[in-house]
């Protein structure tokens, strides 16, 4: 059974930074694609980041391109999602998922979800 955990929200300021970790155990092998996402209260999950180890890509929406960037370490078998300038708008409870056959943003594809950390973005 595949485990997900993220780390490293927390509290910044306005035009700080933050690194996410998501560290997978199990049977992590059998999926390509890994993706964070994000829900902010009342608000729909919406993705933010996928990468796809088939054909090495990485994709971002619109609202984070430029300032996130996503990576991997397959010694550890954790994906990091460095953020940068980051916005109140960005303040949200980060999920990285997996299980997906390619990369999309409908959330219901993924079959294995973390319990997600807190980024606040605030002054």
């Known amino acids: 059974q595949v485990q997900l955990v993220e780390s490293g929200g927390d509290l910044v300021q306005p035009g700080g930074s933050l690194r996410l970790s998501c560290a997978a155990s199990g049977l992590t092998s059998v999926s390509n694609v890994i993706s964070w996402f994000r829900q902010a209260p009342g608000k729909e999950r919406e993705g933010v980041s996928c990468?796809?180890?088939?054909?090495?890509?990485?994709h971002y929406t619109y609202p984070v391109k430029g300032r996130f960037t996503m990576s991997r370490d397959k010694v550890k078998n954790t994906v990091y999602l460095e953020m940068r300038s980051l916005k109140p708008e960005d303040t949200a409870v980060y999920y990285c998922a997996i299980g997906a056959d390619f990369c999309t943003w409908y959330h219901g594809s993924y079959r294995s979800w973390g319990q997600g950390t807190q980024v606040t973005v605030s002054s």
């Open positions: 990468f796809n180890s088939e054909d090495g890509i990485t």
